[in-house]
């Protein structure tokens, strides 16, 4: 034997051990694969019920600082649906005052709720 030369043995890789890394391979993808696709939904979701959350809560600032009203508002907004309402709890026996439940609810285009706000003013029902 010459000095130099490659010994069949020692010449790479059997066509098995290719197999083989490759059944590997493939196991370790089917893994991490469903796992970063799972990730990923949850971070669109996240987005999605904090963005929700944000417009909510400015939806109840909102209708808090305008007069009281009984009708039922709705909208769209950046893909949320939303709709606010406010209702007595509570009215004064003068009639001059009532306590009122503010809510806004939104959900996702699907109908889904994503999230639900509420707060209770009191309000000034009539003029004096």
Do not use: C
Request: aromatic content about 4%; overall charge positive.
């Amino acid at each position: 034997m010459q000095r130099g030369e490659i010994l069949p043995s020692e010449a790479g890789f059997t066509l098995i051990e290719v197999l083989v890394a490759f059944v590997v391979a493939a196991l370790l993808m089917m893994i991490v694969m469903p796992a970063a696709l799972t990730a990923s939904q949850r971070e669109k979701s996240a987005e999605e019920k904090e963005r929700a959350i944000r417009l909510a809560a400015q939806l109840v600032r909102e209708r808090s600082a305008q007069p009281y009203a009984t009708e039922e508002r709705k909208g769209r907004q950046g893909g949320l649906v939303w709709n606010t309402i406010e209702t007595v709890v509570r009215n004064d026996p003068r009639g001059f005052l009532a306590l009122t439940r503010i809510e806004a609810r939104v959900n996702d285009p699907e109908g889904h709720r994503l999230f639900s706000a509420s707060t209770r003013r009191l309000r000034r029902l009539a003029v004096q």
